[in-house]
């Protein structure tokens, strides 16, 4: 859970896609639709895996292969290309998006920080072309030696990510929560957690799934600055509530029952692929579905949004 709140509410990648909506329901709605796709990712990401053991049999090695060979053996040569053209575009997109947050974090966050320098935005734009080039050429190098993992290049990269993911969900959650822990405090709470990952993960080679020790770090690295925030403080600060783009931030007047529905549907999900459903012989998938579905249509009847007639009424009704 943790290293998905990384990912959709702290990821610049993710985030800066809803900052590019033209207005606050605008960017509701796209986070909202792109959560309902992830739904599908148990199928999506699951069912290859599963597939590729069931035709191709143990011993694949490396085992990333496993899924071009699949790939390779069921689906006709007419429309390998097709799909193959399909994949790149995709992996371009995320590609493009990720140098696109590099690019931003460089120009906005690192270089005002190493000099003091003026630049005008067209200035900026220079630096960002720079630092996107030399990071695709980095990439483009690095990328094929994720191959000669040992693991895999999926739990590779989730290992990895660990370094950074998990102090910075705990960073946004303490500056949402408190408003006196420095920036000090939070950067020796980052260097622990990147030494203590390190040590446990790697150098200790400790018997607990990586998982696990970044959900336990996570709980430390807040405890641990929050501690630290109460010698090393600030003044609070104060919010900026001006609106400098005129932005209209009216919430999408669905955003409730979307948004509890679509948690319903990730914890029936979760129920119905878990032993009480079809994990399990002893499981009953059909009661969790109609369990679902009652659940759902209460969320329908009690979350459903007011109509601007009773809305106006009941305003009416308060001023008399």
Known sequence: MVVHFFYWTTNQAIVQRCLGAKDLASGQKGILIAALFLLTLPIILNLPGLLSFHILGEGLDPIDTSYPLLVNKVMPTALQGFFIAALFGAILSTFNSFLNSAATIYCKDLL???????????????YAKKVSTIMAIVTMIIGPLLMFGTDGIFLI??????????????????????????????????????????SIVWVFNVKINFVYVMGGLFVFDVVFMLILGQFLKREPYVENT????????????????????????????????????????????????????????????VFRPKNEKTEHQLHLSNQH
């Open 242 to 301: 001006i609106n400098k783009g005129d932005v209209d931030l009216t919430n999408w007047k669905y955003i409730k029952v979307t948004s509890v529905s679509l948690i319903l549907g990730l914890i029936a999900l979760y129920a119905f692929l878990s032993p009480i459903g079809i994990a399990s012989t002893d499981g009953n998938p059909m009661l969790v579905l109609k369990v679902y579905a009652v659940l759902q249509l209460i969320v329908l009847i």
């Open 112 to 126: 005002p920080s190493i000099s003091k320098k003026q630049r005008t935005d067209q200035e900026l734009i220079v």
């Open 157 to 198: 990269t989730k290992r990895f990510a660990g370094f950074v993911n998990i102090p910075i969900v705990a960073l946004f959650a303490v500056g949402l929560f408190n408003k006196t822990v420095s920036g000090l405090a939070a950067r020796i709470a980052l260097l622990v957690h990147v030494v203590l990952y390190f």
